[in-house]
């Protein structure tokens, strides 16, 4: 367990007739940053992630809380850009987490 807010939950409905998944929007996402040079990509390819020097995953929650930083790689990520390349993390991160939970929303919806 983490220090914070306990374990999250996952409610599971198996009778089909409610929301499929409750509870993601206390869950963090993980999103992996990778570093080519001098130019940050988000979300790279197997061949991006080949050729990068570094690469930061870091997982954010739906209140751009960074919830974990992990990096990896043959040079690691350049000190001058972590804290960029952990900005744009979060961003991505609030917004893609905003977009699956307005997806699930209107899924619930349509059911």
Request: charged share 5%.
């Given at each position: 367990e983490g220090g914070g807010g306990g374990a999250a939950e996952i409610e599971l409905d198996d009778d089909g007739a409610g929301v499929p998944l409750t509870g993601l929007e206390s869950l963090p996402l993980l999103v992996t940053m990778a570093q080519?040079?001098?130019?940050?990509v988000?979300?790279?390819g197997a061949l991006e992630?080949?050729?990068a020097s570094g690469m930061l995953?870091?997982?954010v929650d739906s209140s751009a809380?960074?919830?974990g930083m992990h990096q990896e790689g043959p040079k690691g990520v350049d000190p001058a850009t972590l804290v960029a390349l952990t900005e744009t993390a979060v961003?991505?991160?609030k917004s893609t987490l905003h977009s699956?939970?307005?997806?699930?929303?209107?899924?619930?919806v349509v059911q």
């Open positions: 080519l040079g001098l130019q940050p988000t979300d790279p992630e080949a050729s995953h870091v997982a809380h960074v919830c961003v991505v991160g699956l939970q307005m997806f699930l929303s209107s899924a619930a």
